[in-house]
């Protein structure tokens, strides 16, 4: 030990005979009843929803209500064993509570007084759980990283609002929707700018994404919940002001460039990083940049089911990750399977099958605009999934090029399917699909992904030392949260 007094944070389990007023269990039943409440509410919604003054409960919000509650029941479930006899186990479970009720009030939120102060409320509660040691000074450093970046958006967020506020004379979202094209240019060009950086900042993408990979003190749970809804909030922010977002062509291929800085950026930072819970934090940096990438190109519906299967993907994985760290010596690495001609020639059919299913089920990619954009892109996803799928087998050849291009499109099948039932779902809002012609920068964009995925898998940043630092620098956290002694945090 470092002979450092502090409060031991890890002990015996608690006793059942202690009380508490809001105790673990009682928080646990009540976001499992939230979410049963919300899933009725999605059955027998009708067409426009509900509206009461400031609160707007329409296809989104029920939608949001139903993924919210369910990850947060699941993260709440898991807490009461994980944070057992912590001497934090109380404030975690309300500030996890808390967290839950301020983004569903988010999500319904009209009124954009009550839309800016959930908005930093959400941030608040978020910075408090990566912070909820308050002995450990690394905690509490990643804690005021994140709060900064947090008030920082909020108060942006504020003053855009108020700007639109003065020039609309609309108090709520909805009613600067429908002003949104009464808007000066130079008042329109500013609230859009500033929605997309504060979508940005809370997204975490580049180069906004120090405080994700800073955060890594939040208890395991936290991240979860983090990493599966807090950082979704940007792509719900953009299609809630899809009005003005999609007012001129020119700005959506500027958020389309946006995201795909991102999602090529969370790619390459992942490659170089060792530590698995960083690992997890790259991918995030680039599933949000597929996010917002989306939203450019006018799919809004594509936008909102990419965050909910990627938070059930990566709420897994969080609370998966223990079983990932094992302690072994060192071993050679075995050579991975081969594809051959045969191999590579099936999984491009299967790639090029799977961008037809997807057409089929969804519809989009039909006309020349940017569809074709998200089209191309699913079918280099499936490429990428199959041939690492075929590669990392140790079944059969036979085996493994028969079952690949099944399970390949059974995967393409359901995402299309979830598409068409989250558009179903989102029905009434002013706008969820607003596909653009085809230009230069979506070709630009293609063809960085094509390079960057030629790069990747051809081993580039090994070879190249400076490519390599360079990535490895920007994996890295801010300096006073690092963990760089056990004994910092361990309490053995």
Not at 97 to 112: K, N
Not at 157 to 172: F, H, K, N, P, R
Request: proline share 4%.
């Amino acid at each position: 030990m470092t002979g450092t007094d502090h409060s031991p944070t890890v002990g015996q389990l608690p006793s059942t005979e202690a009380s508490s007023p809001l105790a673990p269990t009682t928080l646990t039943r009540l976001v499992w009843g939230l979410w049963v409440a919300s899933l009725g509410l999605l059955v027998v919604r009708p067409g426009g929803g509900w509206t009461f003054p400031g609160v707007a409960v329409d296809g989104l919000t029920v939608l949001m209500w139903v993924v919210v509650t369910f990850f947060s029941g699941i993260v709440h479930s898991y807490s009461r064993r994980y944070m057992a006899g912590s001497a934090h186990l109380g404030r975690f479970f309300h500030r996890l509570f808390a967290f839950t009720v301020v983004v569903m009030t988010l999500v319904a939120a009209d009124h954009i007084a009550l839309f800016a102060l959930a908005w930093l409320g959400m941030g608040l509660v978020m910075a408090d759980l990566i912070g909820i040691v308050r002995g450990w000074p690394q905690a509490q450093a990643a804690k005021t990283l994140a709060r900064r970046y947090f008030v920082a958006s909020g108060a942006i967020l504020a003053g855009v609002l108020a700007l639109l506020a003065w020039a609309t004379g609309a108090t709520t979202v909805s009613g600067i929707g429908a002003e949104a094209s009464t808007l000066s240019t130079p008042v329109w060009a500013v609230a859009v700018c500033g929605l997309l950086l504060v979508a940005m900042v809370q997204s975490s993408l580049l180069p906004f994404h120090t405080w994700l990979l800073s955060s890594m003190t939040a208890p395991t749970p936290a991240s979860a919940l983090m990493h599966a809804g807090f950082v979704n909030a940007g792509g719900i922010l953009l299609l809630r002001f899809a009005p003005l977002v999609t007012l001129d062509a020119a700005f959506m291929q500027l958020v389309v460039v946006v995201g795909a800085v991102s999602a090529l950026g969370g790619k390459l930072l992942k490659t170089v990083q060792t530590d698995i819970k960083r690992q997890l934090g790259c991918s995030t940096v680039g599933q949000m940049g597929f996010m917002i990438l989306q939203a450019g190109l006018g799919f809004f519906g594509a936008a909102i089911t990419h965050l909910i299967l990627h938070g059930f993907f990566k709420a897994y994985q969080f609370l998966s990750v223990g079983d990932a760290v094992e302690r072994t010596q060192p071993t050679k690495t075995g050579e991975t399977a081969s594809l051959g001609v045969f191999g590579t020639a099936l999984t491009a059919a299967t790639a090029l099958a799977g961008g037809a299913v997807f057409v089929a089920l969804t519809g989009k990619g039909t006309h020349f605009g940017s569809g074709l954009v998200l089209v191309a892109l699913v079918v280099l996803t499936t490429f990428h999934a199959a041939r690492t799928a075929v590669e990392a087998s140790a079944a059969p050849a036979s085996a493994r090029f028969v079952a690949m291009p099944l399970a390949m499109l059974v995967a393409i099948a359901g995402y299309g399917l979830a598409y068409r039932a989250v558009d179903a779902a989102l029905a009434g809002l002013p706008v969820v699909t607003a596909p653009a012609d085809l230009t230069a920068v979506h070709g630009l964009v293609l063809a960085a992904f094509l390079g960057a995925y030629v790069a990747i898998e051809g081993g580039a940043y090994k070879r190249s030392d400076w490519l390599y630092v360079t990535l490895l620098n920007a994996t890295q956290p801010a300096p006073e949260t690092l963990l760089t002694n056990t004994e910092d945090y361990n309490e053995y």
